[in-house]
């Protein structure tokens, strides 16, 4: 026998369109409803005018529905109420399910009733209706149309979580009493604001009514199909339910005064499908404005239709009435707000003795704000009515917060009305095994009928456990239970396996920090899918403020390493560890694992550490230091306008030579450490270096005439042919700002003329940069002609495209002198340190293998890929016809600088170009630099730069028509194609695919090749090199590298336009995958791997005529003014980035 | 204990030992991997790692964040910033 369920999953469910609609054009007068007091009561029509309903119904099924709703929408005894008519609710949902079921029947093939259950003139979550009185209402509507034989039960046009979940229950209610199970069907109506009408987004939506196990979620009223679109993607990618869309027949419009809706089924059948094939929808219809006229209209298309194929993929969530919100963050942990809570805040509990609950509000606001992600919410205070406070509170809470709750509190009525007081998904904290299973069961009931996960301590009837075999045996049980038996999702299992104070010094709980770390990885390891939380703050419990925070810091920090998910924590207080002082933070982790040495307690060294330190984080109040600490702090916090009254003060009283030799150097020394351990970022190393330098300049007028603080002397320079400047600088920032002298030569520094420079200013070491491939083998070259004048200068080289295998190799094999490679400016400060420190010994170069690393090819694969006749590489297909571009010859362009940051690659600008990166910082602490250091100033500088006119932005390119000859390109003239504008030659790759850029272009017809040329203008290049000049070190480091970003972007801008107007854009992929080439063809620019050589710049530069926006090349084959950059555009689908 | 690496593309079959970073490997081994900024935020060195991957190193915090910016599959890794600990056998995607 067919059944909705079989039907379903054979074919996509059409179902009718509008009740309402139809009923209305029937004009019904006061006689049809019964009397002017009726007036409007459409579900009282079932009874009087039984016919029409019939004839509606018929109308759809005749149409080609496969079902249809019962006139029920709003036969509850609530609606009802409003006329009188509450008492008889169930018999109208009775009458109407009957009627429609026998017009069902009436037809040969399969068909369905659906009851219909509205949203109610009431929103519960407003407390307009109280839970007990709403569920009882719908109990009513529920029962008859079970009764009443429904195929299924459809909540439907909700606009108001508190309520869908209400009706879910009554319904499950009803059927579980009669025996009788039929799915349950759910639609929101999201309005065109984006949410329900409370409020809530789809996915707050679908958070909170997933753990009902409903039958399918879907869409239906408010506006038309295409308005559904993203909301129904949402669905289509999370939701485990069948999904349904009825949408109206369009935005409704008024006109004239009557409300009209603009789609007729012509047009509203295919913009329904189209949605039904997009989105994997398994229900269609219409709502209102929808005729039977509509539904034909789907009909043909929709029996078409393939039954959808989804793999939802849902991340475990709570909600709050407004949004949904992941359990697992990313960086974890999820922060669970501990101050609305009456047994940890005092403050809280003193606002819930006067019953100030807007002052509560403004608490749970505040951790809002500081970041939290769940709000733990517990109001047991001794001698209050728990269940009152819970009630009155959250009914003012709920509406006001956007995060999800967490209930705290092992009392049964407490948890029940707190829960149905919470519209959205919450979390119970919490159950325990301390007296068996029965409590814990009686809240699982709960936690199962109102759809809420559940935090469970690993407490059991032998009490608290302690180790991490009993808490991973509790944990095990507890799954069981939850999870075996329950039926909760894993994900909505949290785990707390305890933590205990260190503070006590009791030997029993010595080792318990450890425990519970490796108990969370136990867990997580044995029990996949489950939620770990811990309220990290009690490991800390007894200790006094100061200390609290580090230790509370680094037990969240190695908590997370240890696969904590979730941390009980008061938001403010999230220390970065980066910003611990190590000896704290060696001290500390002592305590954590229990580092107890003869003579050594890690508990009684902290105590003493921190015994008369303030709990003030990281601004300590400078005057309540010593003057020579605040210097060291003044260094490491690159402080650089408050460092100077600190160093007048200390200059009273001490030598100025030791200040910058012991002090500051000192400080310098510690800012290298952190950022070698990869806890300090760039950034703030060169704030540091600004307020060393701001410090040395105000000592300096102080020093004794003959005093000569310098360590050493190094002469910096950038290679002959390459024009990048700032490795070079941040080596001089890094080295003048450690006491060491700097020449810095500048740019395009051929060897004579370093070595010139070397002869009137003996140095003890030079420094040579670049950044381009070709500078690597500049650099061996000049080595090989110092080795020639008999040099034994040590040389320290740098640059990207180095390694250190051939710094150590081959370089140092071309020369007698000491060579050295420095993967960064610290390794090239450490090596300038040893020496000056008298270490002249010359390592020896590495030979072939060891340099290698052993590294030994085994076997390489076949032949290389044969070349074809016209010397390309067979490995590309050359099967699709070239685009037409939409003119030939070149344009001019001019962007505003704002367009620009449009396609700015900001994970490329954050964590390569501006340094930061996570090192060993956790996470949490990471995302906390990122969002309180990057982000802000990324948001600065793009006020900054779209206001001034330092960007003045321009392009050009074009399209030319061009032929491959082997390894070379032919550029024609576009008026004239006999004449040759251009051969421009690339190299081939040696083996393996045999790659070279001609390859991408025809050999046998005329293809077309795309040039670009963007600058953001002289301007830019003069304004960094002014930053540098008046030691602006972050500011110039953080200038050049959104520059040299935003003039990629620019590129990368330019680059989607050739794309569009060539019509390949629509192989485009979304958001940061396009920065990865994620486009069809390929962008190549000289001095890349595919054509390393600089010297093709000039042919590019003359075919595009780029004096014209006052591009230059240089004399090193480098556009002038910097922050310019060029490319040649192939459209082939298979040109991509290789190497030669 | 040396490893083998697997370059699936031109069929080059390498040994090293364990621990070296698969960027060291394809650079001495002449593999035709193409590296851009070799500090995992430019994405030109993906490679989808078609057997081995639990030989591979866990994904550097800047390696995870830049491939779940591109939502990439797990078997995608970012050549720059792996080390190997085990057999491995690595397609080039590059894109």
Known sequence: MTTLDTLLHDKVLLLDGGMGTQIFARKPTMEDYGGAALEGCVDLLTERRPQWIREIHESYFNAGADAVETNTFGANPLVLGDFGLSAKAYELNVQAASLAKEVARSFDRPRFVIGSVGPGTKLITLGHVGYAELLASYRVQMDGLLDGGVDAILIETCQDLGQIKVAVRAAREAMAAKQRKVPIWVQATVETTGTLLVGSDISAVLTSVEPLGIDV???????????????????????????????????????????????????????????????????????????????????????????????????????????????????APLIVGERTNANGSKKFRDLLALEDWDGMITLAKEQQKEGAHLLDLCVAYVGRDEVRDADQLLGRLVSQITLPLMIDSTEFPVIERALQRSPGKCVVNSINFEDGEAKARKILDLCKTYGAAVVALTIDERGMAKTREQKLEVARRLHALVVGEYGLDPGDLIIDPLTFTLGSGDEEFRGSAVETL??????????????????????????????????????????????????????????????????????????????????????????????????????????????????????????????????????????????INEVLLGAMKVVGERFGAGEMQLPFVLESAEAMKAAIKRIEPHLPRESNYQKGRILLATVKGDVHDIGKNLVDIILSNNGFEVKNLGIKQPIEAILRELEAWPADAIGLSGLLVKSTVIMKENLHFMEEQGLKVPVILGGAALTRDYVEGDCRRSYAGAVHYAEDAFEGLRHMQSLVAGDISVPAPATAASAAGDIKILKRGGAAVPLTEAGQS???????????????????????????????????????????????????AFAAVLRDKAEPQLARWKARLVAAPVFQPKARYGYFPVRAEGDALRVLDPTDRERTLALLGFPRQPAGRRLCITDFFRADATDVLALQLVTLGQAAADHAARLYREDGYADYFAFHGLATELTEAYAERLHARIRRELGIHHKDLPGRALFAQGYQGSRYSYGYPACPDLEGNGPILDLLRGAEIGVHLSDSHQMDPEYSTSALVAWHPQARYFSV | MPVKVHFLLEDLLVEAPAGTSLQRIADAAGADITFGCRTGSCGTCRVRVAEGLHHCSDPSPEERDFLQGLDAPPDQRLACQVTVHGDVAIDYIGL
């Open chain 1, 518 to 659: 490796e108990a969370l990885k136990l867990i997580k390891a044995e029990l996949p899918g489950v939620m770990t939380i811990l309220g990290v703050s009690n490991v800390s419990f007894g200790l006094n403020p100061a200390s609290r925070h580090v230790v509370n810091a680094l037990m969240l920090y190695h908590g997370v390493k240890h696969g904590l998910d979730m941390a009980i924590f008061n938001a403010s207080k999230v220390l970065p560890v980066a910003k611990i002082d190590p000896e704290d933070r060696r001290m500390v982790e002592d305590l954590i694992f229990d580092r107890r040495s003869e003579g050594y307690d890690p508990l009684k060294a902290v105590l003493a550490r921190f015994s008369d330190r303030k709990a003030t984080l990281v601004d300590a109040h400078r005057t309540d230091l010593p003057v020579l600490e605040r210097l060291h702090r003044g260094i490491l916090d690159g402080e650089k306008q408050a460092i100077l009254a600190d160093v007048d003060e200390a200059l009273k009283d001490h030598d100025p030579l030791k200040l």
């Open chain 1, 217 to 331: 979620l879907g869409l239906n009223c408010a506006t038309g199909p295409d308005e559904m679109h993203a909301h129904l993607q949402t669905l289509c990618e999370a939701s485990p339910f069948r999904i349904s869309c009825l949408p109206n027949a369009g935005l409704p419009m008024n006109v004239g005064g009557q409300v009209v809706y603009p789609l007729d089924p012509a047009g509203f059948a295919p913009k329904v499908l189209h949605a039904a094939s997009e989105f994997g929808l398994a229900i269609v219809g219409g709502c209102c404005g929808t005729t039977p006229e509509h539904i034909r209209a789907l009909a043909p298309g929709v029996a078409k239709l393939n039954v959808p194929r989804r793999a939802p993929k849902l991340e475990r969530s709570a909600a709050s009435l407004y949004q949904s919100v992941t359990l697992r963050q990313e960086p």
């Open chain 1, 874 to 924: 067979s490995w590309v297909r050359h099967d699709a016809p070239s685009p037409e571009p939409p003119f030939w010859g070149v344009r001019e362009l001019t962007d505003a600088p704002g367009d620009l940051f449009e396609h700015l690659d900001e994970f490329a600008l954050v964590r390569n170009r501006w340094g930061f990166s996570q090192g060993s910082q956790s996470d949490e």
